[in-house]
């Protein structure tokens, strides 16, 4: 199988680009046309089903089973809805009657990232807060801001009978600061009004990646709120998460990049209803090893960001040939039963990377496609993807 976009001895971006130092200047002009790669369940009216679907509900129920797993406990949960309760109420108080305070001023309060959404992991009880100021996010208000959080939210506990677990602390980073206790833990991340953001000064200022990173993941948590509730969605997002973690080729996939590919698979289909979560599992997989994040694919649009950006641009052209051969070895382990390997029951992440044998079936790994390019001579252009600056604003959260 080979991947889009990768092939050796070729141009990446595929054909109709032209020939290197041939022609008129203005034959030159290279066109961006994205493709999007084959997609069995777009194109199932064109391809039916000779036989009826095997029966799936193996694969069904381990993939519930693992999502309960990686879903926080009880105690997880009641853990980390209290601490954010007392850091809400603090703020919303602060942005209502601020005072004598008068280091900084709140304009709002805004919870965001796996808290907000009901993606969080088992083992990982830490919530988003982003607090959005009237004024310049400096250093020195982000700190003023903390120690008053702090200081509030002891006298509200005065009255509580607080066990040593639950005894507060406060960290600062270059974020903003985190309230925490032993069982979970709140990142206020502070950002400033959008109009402010031009004003921002590298000396005296918060980091202008980190501040824009911080009103994305607002935009992030509001598309999320309106168009991926569903909870099969939120099932196959903890999976993804997972497999993020656990397999080399796929630590790229960021959160929101997870999020994102989640909704694609269980959304994008010709009936516009949700598939089913095994079906979804399947074409993650699919659709990763046919070069959904290589050069050349149309990819996913970021639904929050203003113009083309596709989210895989902000992987490098390893991560990506890593991604789609991580994919292309472990949709073949898929179909030989693998499951149990991939999703974790079978502690076995060298699936991936080593040859391995499924009822007689030998899954042997690729090799890399992609090879740095040699050095450019003079007047030579990268046939890469005639698309300059796509980035994408890494979300600041689990």
């Known amino acids: 199988m080979v991947r889009p976009g990768l092939m050796r001895g070729g141009g990446r971006g595929g054909m109709g680009m032209g020939m290197r130092g041939r022609g008129a200047p203005y034959m030159n002009k290279k066109t961006f046309l994205p493709r999007h790669p084959f997609d069995l369940t777009l194109a199932e009216m064109a391809f039916p089903r000779v036989h009826p679907a095997p029966d799936d509900s193996a694969l069904t129920n381990a993939l519930l089973k693992r999502s309960q797993d990686l879903t926080p406990t009880a105690a997880e949960q009641t853990a980390i809805s209290n601490l954010v309760a007392k850091v809400q109420g603090v703020l919303d108080n602060i942005v209502i009657a601020p005072g ?32 959005i100021l009237k004024s310049l996010p400096t250093k020195d208000c982000a700190e003023a801001l903390g120690k008053k959080v702090e ?30 206790n032993s069982l979970a833990k709140v990142r206020c991340l502070i950002a400033t009004l959008p109009q402010n953001m031009r004003k921002l000064e590298t000396e005296k200022h918060l980091d202008f990646k980190i501040i824009q990173s911080h009103l994305a993941a607002i935009r992030h948590t509001r598309w999320f709120e309106e168009n991926a509730h569903h909870s099969t969605i939120k099932v196959l997002i903890r999976i993804l998460k997972d497999l993020a973690r656990r397999f080399d080729g796929f630590k790229p996939l960021n959160p929101w990049i997870c999020d994102l590919l989640a909704h694609s698979v269980i959304m994008n289909n010709p009936s516009r209803q949700a598939l089913p979560v095994n079906v979804a599992f399947r074409r993650v997989f699919q659709l990763l090893a046919s070069g959904l994040f290589v050069p050349g694919s149309a990819g996913i649009t970021d639904p929050c960001e203003v113009g083309h950006f596709r989210v895989h641009t902000s992987m490098t052209l390893v991560q990506q040939d890593e991604c789609c051969m991580t994919a292309q070895t472990l949709v073949r382990v898929l179909a030989h039963g693998g499951y149990k390997h991939i999703l974790g029951f079978v502690e076995n992440t060298t699936v991936a990377k080593e040859m391995s044998v499924w009822d007689g079936v030998v899954v042997s790994p690729l090799e890399p496609a992609y090879e740095k390019p040699s050095e450019k001579k003079d007047g030579e252009e990268d046939d890469m993807e005639c698309v300059e600056g796509e980035t994408i604003n890494e979300e600041p959260t689990e």
């Open 100 to 131: 004598d305070f008068t280091k900084c001023q709140l304009e709002e309060v805004r919870q965001v990232g796996s808290y907000k959404k009901g993606t969080m992991m088992a083992g990982n009880n830490v919530a988003d807060i982003v607090i």
């Open 151 to 180: 200081e509030d939210l002891q006298k509200s506990m005065k009255t509580e009978v607080v066990p040593k677990a639950e005894a507060l602390s406060l960290t600062y980073s270059e974020k903003g600061f985190e309230i925490m």
